[in-house]
């Protein structure tokens, strides 16, 4: 079945730094989508790629599809400690699934 | 729009029972998909209905099931229920024509004892 990877697992950053996180699959998507999870919420969506190489920003976050399809970033400029949460991928499987990618749990220090 | 609603928020259950968790959709959307999260797997998807109908199916067994009403409201039910079902209980809702956009509500959070 569908294989999604998410790097790093955690990451601690000082407040205004920046941040990035990397989703990578084992097959070629034909979407993706990113959601944040804050500590104790529910995951919430951010955003959608659907084109090759796609890149789109919200304020401070960029989201970038890859040129093959298969990975996907997103990345925070001056973090803030609102940003702190769970970051994850979703990916349509197949196989009839929706799948979400691990996460990657942002600390940011003030 | 009001969000995505969940009842309950919090259930405890004993081993063996069964429980069945509700879910109203955001007014107007027609999919509606369970999740399931748990600290050891993460979010995993149980199933997905539209239009009354449960068009896709996650890897779980057959004691979790679910329905939708015609109102587009859903239940999820399990039976027989085991420590390791143990989870927040996930529901999102789709708008027509983009249903991997998904709005969650908060969840319900099931503790099996």
């Known amino acids: 079945g569908q294989q999604v990877m998410q790097i790093p697992q955690y990451q601690h950053v000082q407040e205004g730094e920046d941040f990035t996180t990397y989703c990578n699959s084992s097959t070629t998507l034909s979407n993706i989508q990113w959601y944040k999870q804050r500590p104790g919420g529910h995951p919430v969506f951010l955003i959608q790629l659907v084109k090759s190489g796609e890149v789109k920003k919200q304020k401070r976050l960029t989201f970038q599809f890859g040129e093959a399809k298969k990975n996907s970033s997103l990345h925070i400029t001056a973090t803030q400690t609102t940003d702190v949460g769970t970051y994850f991928c979703?990916?349509?499987?197949?196989?009839?699934?929706?799948?979400f990618g691990p996460g990657t749990r942002l600390s940011v220090l003030p | 729009k009001a969000g995505v609603t969940q009842t309950p928020r919090y259930l405890i259950k004993t081993r063996g029972q069964q429980v069945t968790l509700s879910c109203s959709p955001i007014s107007g959307h027609r999919s509606v998909s369970w999740y399931q999260q748990t600290p050891g797997q993460g979010l995993q998807f149980l199933f997905e209905?539209?239009?009354?109908?449960?068009?896709n199916k996650g890897n779980f067994p057959g004691r979790f099931s679910g329905r939708q009403f015609s109102n587009s409201r859903s239940e999820m039910n399990v039976s027989t229920l085991e420590l390791g079902d143990s989870a927040l209980y996930l529901c999102a809702s789709s708008p027509l024509g983009s249903e991997e956009t998904q709005y969650f509500g908060p969840g319900t959070r099931l503790l099996v004892l």
């Open positions: 979703k990916v349509w499987d197949y196989g009839q699934n929706f799948v």
């Open positions: 209905y539209f239009s009354e109908t449960q068009r």
